[in-house]
């Protein structure tokens, strides 16, 4: 973890993130289930984490603002931490499987964080079916994106069963600012901030009016696209395209699916595209089938997207680096190879938007605004979103923490106004799929699971025909195969055709 930066402020994007929530449903709280195949030492959990507060200063820090500032909040030791606050035990009730964990995972990630300490928590539960046990995670968006929460994770986890103990690093160290230190800090920061702003700005402007110079009519077509795209990022939908999936509410329901991403990937590249664009081929066709079978068929729905904006020169910075796309997907393409053209063609589009590279000097903006005018903008452009879809690449290869396999990492998006978050996350050979859906807006939650997994099945299809015209002899679920172990098998879990109907257990 000692290649990650960690910036004394919040970008503008990250407070502008934690502003909104003034508004509780707009709330971005990252959570995840993860699955173990026995219960955590907790002797040797609890090192881990005590050492990963210490080498990931984020874990000890809390958000502190100034109201008279207008640069960004500060991140802060919390001179109180308590780390017996931040980590709870618990046992398993009701069936002590999946669904039993994700039920308690719900009301968790409903509750919004004590801003006045470091935004994580953890609940261990044990007592699962078959002496298995279960971790919750949840953190606040505004500490990281996706791709950092994998990389901040990786603290807990080690490569194996019997991992050495590794040497306790000293605490960070505590330092409570008075408000006149603030103060001077805040004025120091927006002092440098600007200052590398205006450097930065001369060598821009003068390659801006040598291009000018030179292509006249060209630059004044890339301005024109640049302020299009400003447009189509910013403009305001405060309707939701699906009629069946416009109520909003504070709660959320947990589903998972499990693909094997071998069938997955062999089946985008039948199409010519890759892994994502079979993610949200199938996403589609879910949502598209899930409105037929209630009566209420839609051509399209209002879709954000995180796109990935991280650089050579970002990549080791443990905060959010990715633009928010948001765009409409077409529901109405019904043939698999076809579908997954089109989201690739569409996903392009977006990573291609001028407006991308602007979200932070538009965030800064924003954050001028007095905090309901913030809210109240951001409000009307995210609760028209109908789904949120996310790909995180994870480990792989097999980890582990405190003693236990994990088996499985499923990630429950923030819906942040939308009706739903579909998030992918690879693990080893599965493509663990998390599903958080508003109750108010999806009221059949078992039905859409079912046409998830049929819409699964169609795109895999797609590459096991392609493979046996190939002459290639398929396997069923080779992600499933697994070295042999002492464990029993597991129980409960149904399969619809390649397709895993999880209760793991």
């Given at each position: 973890m000692a290649d990650l930066r960690f910036e004394q402020r919040m970008s503008d994007s990250d407070a502008l993130m934690w502003t909104i929530e003034k508004d509780p449903m707009l709330r971005s709280?990252?959570?995840?289930?993860?699955?173990?195949?026995?219960?955590?030492?907790?002797g040797r959990l609890m090192h881990l984490l005590e050492r990963g507060t210490r080498v990931v200063p984020r874990m000890r820090q809390r958000v502190q603002g100034n109201p008279l500032s207008i640069a960004p909040p500060r991140w802060e030791v919390d001179p109180h931490f308590d780390l017996a606050y931040h980590v709870r035990w618990l046992r398993a009730g009701g069936e002590r499987d999946l669904r039993a964990v994700l039920d308690l995972a719900q009301p968790i990630a409903m509750q919004g964080f004590d801003r006045a300490r470091p935004l994580w928590e953890m609940v261990v539960v044990e007592g699962l079916q078959d002496d298995r046990a279960a971790l919750i995670m949840k953190i606040h968006h505004a500490i990281t994106d996706g791709v950092g929460a994998v990389k901040i994770a990786l603290v807990m986890f080690e490569l194996e069963r019997a991992a050495a103990r590794q040497e306790m690093p000293a605490a960070p160290e505590v330092h409570v600012m008075t408000r006149l230190e603030r103060f001077l800090d805040a004025f120091d920061h927006e002092r440098r901030r600007n200052m590398g702003i205006a450097k930065r700005l001369l060598p821009t402007a003068a390659a801006a009016a040598g291009a000018v110079r030179n292509d006249p009519a060209g630059s004044l077509r890339r301005l024109a696209d640049t302020v299009g795209s400003i447009g189509r990022m910013a403009t305001p939908a405060t309707a939701p395209l699906s009629p069946l999936m416009a109520g909003r509410s504070l709660s959320v329901r947990f589903d998972t699916l499990t693909v094997p991403m071998p069938e997955a990937k062999r089946a985008a590249k039948a199409a010519g595209g890759r892994l994502n664009d079979a993610f949200v081929a199938a996403t589609a066709a879910a949502f598209r089938q899930y409105h037929e079978e209630l009566g209420a068929?839609?051509?399209?729905?209002?879709?954000?997207?995180?796109?990935?904006?991280?650089?050579?020169?970002?990549?080791?910075?443990?905060?959010?680096?990715?633009?928010?796309?948001?765009?409409?997907?077409?529901?109405?393409?019904?043939d698999p190879i076809t579908a997954m053209q089109t989201m690739r063609r569409l996903v392009a589009e977006q990573r291609a938007e001028p407006a991308l590279g602007l979200v932070e000097p538009?965030?800064?903006?924003?954050n001028r605004l007095p905090?309901?005018?913030?809210?109240?903008?951001?409000?009307?452009?995210?609760?028209?979103?109908?789904l949120i879809t996310s790909n995180v690449p994870g480990a792989p290869f097999s980890i582990y923490t405190a003693g236990s396999r994990i088996e499985a990492m499923f990630a429950l998006g923030p819906m942040a106004g939308a009706a739903a978050n579909v998030t992918l996350l690879s693990y080893c050979d599965d493509l663990l799929i998390g599903v958080n859906t508003d109750p108010s807006a999806v009221t059949e939650p078992e039905r859409l699971m079912r046409c998830?997994?049929?819409?699964?099945?169609?795109?895999?299809?797609?590459g096991a025909s392609r493979a046996a015209a190939g002459g290639k002899a398929r396997q069923a679920c080779p992600s499933r195969a697994r070295a042999p172990s002492a464990r029993p098998a597991r129980r409960g879990a149904s399969t619809v055709g390649p397709c895993t109907a999880q209760t793991w257990w």
């Open positions: 709280t990252i959570t995840a289930v993860v699955l173990l195949d026995v219960p955590p030492d907790h068929p839609v051509d399209a729905l209002r879709t954000s997207m995180p796109i990935n904006v991280r650089t050579s020169d970002t990549d080791d910075l443990a905060g959010n680096q990715f633009a928010p796309a948001r765009f409409t997907i077409p529901l109405d393409v019904t538009m965030a800064r903006v924003l905090t309901t005018v913030t809210t109240g903008i951001f409000g009307a452009m995210l609760k028209g979103i109908d998830y997994r049929e819409a699964w099945d169609d795109v895999l299809k797609v």
